[in-house]
């Protein structure tokens, strides 16, 4: 039997101000947490930790800074930072067919692991420690799986959700979608997506997830037939869902009942769909996303610029749905999930004139435990057996102070900035503000280099002047 003084833990993060989001100990005042491989092996006031583990071949010290479980960013767009500052101005539907849908056909595939690089790499370095990237741009085996690289290369774990359009639809007409984005037939979909889950099976650092684009614009059998394949490999799936009432009103139009109502009708929903917006649904579709225990991805920054609407975040947690948080569009949005909670603190407290909710711990669980309900794993929290992603926020700055509620501050005020160590699956992949895996500065230069060529082949220089009169 192993003596007490000869155990050793792999990393111990020691003297912090732990917010573990479990719900028996939420908060510890001078705690520590031990880490034995990816997971963690201990959480407890430092002494307590120090005793079962003494020693560790690894120590960082987070006295005066505050220790959180990794967030998880459920649905973006990393290639679309290619674009960023472009496209301010315009509504949703013609913000894709003038901008977006353009500059997605003239991509190619270094162009998109550049993108997604740099954008990956800002996700970490703002303390998230897990993506689900949906990928439309292109779509082919080798670009989804140099997407995927790129994104495991920052150290994030996560999922690639591979855009799927299938042949066309009337929705593909009245939403305006480009021919060359139908390139594929519904079974070349699906047999390409299955090579990359060959490739990216379920427990992979990065999976890939079927992705039908849009329920508008996807055939209601390929959209079934992705779930399934989502079903056979253990895998989730995504889509989005009802994020502008145009689109449900031309859903319905098309097919006779609303999105959410069909997914229900034909046993599409459960905890494997995540329905990125789900904006625009009535009572009966709220009951049914909660009875299935479906997904809901709430993303209130790009929501409230392209003005698509307000999720009802509140009666969707209240029904039983896991909603969790995403930062969408990465020409509009920043790669932070701070920004992304503290605009939904503002967003529901004012639509709804409720100063009381959400509180600030609701909005941790929906960044941390509830997102790590969205990508199946057993992350989200700083509990024994979780995997081992956590984040330092160093709390000794003019932001934090005074420190009366840390977790209130946090919310409210915290910025990527703050975020001085990531540590994900027990690997330190942030240090002191810097990435521990890649040359940051070779990141961004690429990437500059990408979306410069990018602008001029997709012909979107007018969308470039330096101030535009409205």
């Known amino acids: ?72 960013d459920t649905h973006t767009h990393l290639f679309q930072v290619l674009g960023r500052g472009l496209g301010d101005g315009l509504e949703l539907m013609a913000w894709l067919r003038d901008f ?25 370095l703002a303390g998230t420690t897990a993506v689900v990237d949906n990928h439309y741009a292109p779509t082919d085996t080798a670009t989804v799986l140099a997407v995927a690289e790129a994104v495991e ?48 099976p379920a427990g992979s650092r990065v999976e890939v997830w079927p992705m039908p684009e849009n329920v508008v614009y996807v055939d209601l059998d390929l959209i079934a037939a992705c779930a399934q394949l989502a079903a056979d490999h253990a895998l989730r799936w995504q889509a989005h869902c009802s994020e502008a009432q145009a689109e449900v009103v031309i859903f319905t139009d098309v097919h006779g009942e609303r999105p959410v109502e069909w997914l229900s009708r034909v046993g599409l ?31 209130p920054v790009c929501n409230q610029v392209v003005s698509s609407g307000v999720m009802r975040l509140r009666e969707l947690v209240d029904a039983g749905a896991t909603v969790a948080l995403g930062t969408d569009g990465l020409a509009v949005s ?10 939904a603190y503002a967003l529901h407290r ?17 960044v941390c435990t509830h997102g790590a309900r969205v990508l199946g794993k ?42 001085r160590d990531v540590i994900v699956g027990g690997e330190v992949v942030v240090r002191r ?6 040359d940051q500065d070779e990141v961004m230069a690429t990437a500059a280099e990408a979306a410069e060529r990018l602008a001029g082949a997709a012909g979107l220089e007018p969308l470039r002047a330096a101030w535009i009169d409205r």
């Open 153 to 200: 290369s920052t150290g994030l774990r996560g999922a690639i959700a591979r855009g799927i359009f299938g042949s066309r639809v009337e929705g593909s007409d009245r939403m305006g979608v480009p021919d060359e984005l139908h390139a594929y037939t519904a079974a070349e979909e699906l047999e390409i997506t299955g090579e990359c889950i060959q490739e990216r």
């Open 350 to 366: 004012l639509s709804r004139m409720d100063p009381t909710w959400p509180p600030s711990e609701t909005l941790l669980e929906l």
């Open 1 to 72: 039997m192993e003596d007490a003084a000869d155990r050793r833990a792999d990393l111990i993060i020691e003297g912090a101000y732990v917010v573990t989001l479990d719900p028996g100990r939420p908060v510890i005042v001078d705690g520590s947490v031990a880490v034995v491989g990816e997971a963690i092996a201990a959480v407890g006031p430092a002494s307590e930790v120090a005793a079962v583990y003494p020693r560790a071949a690894r120590r960082i010290d987070a006295s005066g800074c505050l220790l959180m479980p990794g967030m998880i």
């Open 100 to 124: 977006m849908f353009p500059m997605t056909l003239h991509m190619t595939s270094d162009d998109a692991a550049a993108a997604v690089r740099l954008s990956a790499l800002m996700a970490v």
């Open 269 to 299: 929903l459960g905890p494997r769909a995540t329905l990125a917006h789900a904006i625009w649904l009535d009572d009966g579709e709220v009951a049914a996303m909660g009875g299935a225990g479906a997904c809901g991805l709430h993303l």
């Open 334 to 343: 920043g790669q932070s999930m701070f920004e992304a909670m503290k605009s």
């Open 433 to 438: 503000g810097r990435s521990t895996l890649l």
């Open 378 to 419: 057993p992350a989200g929290a700083l509990t024994e057996g979780a995997l081992a992603d956590m984040v330092v926020v160093d709390t000794q700055t003019p932001r934090f102070v005074p420190g009366h509620r840390p977790v209130a501050t946090l919310t409210l005020l915290g910025h990527g900035s703050d975020v």
